[in-house]
């Protein structure tokens, strides 16, 4: 039984927080795209796919052949992300370092990016939006961090300058 303070605790997380995405049987694999370096000559390959389990698994292996290095998963959004500060993603990778991605407009060609390293067991990845920087091609923009209402895309990227095989499982994606 759990105290009244335990309690008020967890059900005031449980109001501000937000689900984006369970991987429910509403989300389809079909609505993640995978790309790989193979835009640019690359040899990486990936996959994606959500279970029965309603887990989803970003699976595959990065080479560096042909000057590749990364592969990344994305799917379009509308999350209103106005009166929430934080992501929260509940996974379980593989030990190795990957990169949560947002756009809030599509059309642009940066993303807002945010590093994040898993620990081979279920964990909860908590990212500031704030804290969320511009990239385009590996390098830093020069524009402010996210401070956008919207989120109409998310991705998850992993490039570590390593030939290496991954898996990284994803359980949901929460606003706080």
């Excluded at 990936?46 to 590749?68: I, P, R």
């Excluded at 500060?85 to 940066?110: M, P, S, V, W």
């Excluded at 704030?130 to 590996?138: H, T, V």
């Amino acid at each position: 039984m759990l105290d009244k303070t335990t309690y008020l605790h967890i059900a005031k997380l449980i109001t501000y927080m937000k689900t984006i995405i369970d991987f429910t049987s509403t989300t389809d694999s079909i609505e993640w795209q995978t790309i790989t370096d193979a835009v640019m000559g690359g040899v990486s390959k990936s996959n994606f796919e959500v279970t029965t389990d309603h887990l989803a698994v970003f699976s595959g292996h990065v080479s560096l052949d042909n000057n590749g290095g990364f592969a990344m998963v994305k799917h379009s959004i509308t999350a209103h992300c106005k009166d929430y500060t934080t992501i929260c993603i509940t996974l379980k990778g593989d030990g190795k370092a990957y990169q949560f991605r947002i756009k809030e407009n599509t059309a642009t060609k940066h993303w807002f990016i945010a590093s994040f390293t898993t620990n081979g067991e279920w964990q909860t990845i908590e990212i500031k939006l704030s804290s969320m920087y511009a990239m385009f091609r590996g390098n830093k923009v020069d524009i402010p961090n996210f401070n956008g209402d919207n989120i109409n895309e998310i991705a998850f990227l992993i490039g570590n300058k390593t030939a290496e095989n991954f898996s990284l499982e994803l359980k949901s994606i929460a606003l706080k």
